[in-house]
């Protein structure tokens, strides 16, 4: 596992690029590029986009609170779970991604995750995400296309 441990930051946004191992049905180990995501736009959410260059990536979109508490407790009980670091490989965390047709476990490097939280957190303090909520955007997608 690796990661680019400055990112890119545009005013309001956070783009961490790592590379993560992805198992899926027993298979061995795969190493895919990722990247961590977080805006103020959308302040209690991360997104995790996984892909190769020149495809369409996957983006799981969950709380960044699941990712926070998943570096110290296993956390999470639905489509995203997120393991703390374990004796085999001491250096990364696991997230599990499930749907109906089957699931895959994600070893990050905790590092990474780490970094990207404490840049999140400089960006919007937890507990302060409300502030960062605009109301009338929350609104008026809410009611788009409504009549």
């Given at each position: ?11 309001g ?5 790592t590379?993560i191992?992805v198992t ?7 190493p895919?590029?990722?990247e961590?995501?977080y ?21 799981w979109?969950?709380?960044r ?6 570096l110290h407790?296993p956390t999470g009980s ?19 991604l499930?749907?109906?047709n ?11 995750v ?8 400089v960006?919007v303090?937890?507990?302060?995400e ?7 955007r ?10």
């Amino acid at each position: 596992m690796s990661h680019h441990p400055a990112g890119a930051a545009d005013e309001g946004r956070i783009v961490f690029t790592t590379t993560i191992q992805v198992t899926v049905a027993n298979e061995p180990p795969v190493p895919l590029p990722a990247e961590l995501r977080y805006a103020m736009t959308d302040p209690y959410a991360v997104c995790l986009s996984l892909g190769v260059p020149l495809a369409p990536t996957v983006d799981w979109v969950f709380a960044r609170s699941l990712l926070a508490h998943g570096l110290h407790r296993p956390t999470g009980s639905g489509d995203v779970v997120v393991i703390p670091q374990h004796r085999h490989h001491p250096d990364a965390i696991r997230i599990l991604l499930r749907r109906r047709n089957g699931a895959a476990v994600l070893e990050v490097a905790t590092a990474a995750v780490t970094a990207f939280l404490r840049r999140s957190d400089v960006l919007v303090p937890p507990g302060t995400e409300h502030h960062h909520i605009d109301l009338d955007r929350v609104v008026q997608q809410l009611t788009a296309g409504i009549e």
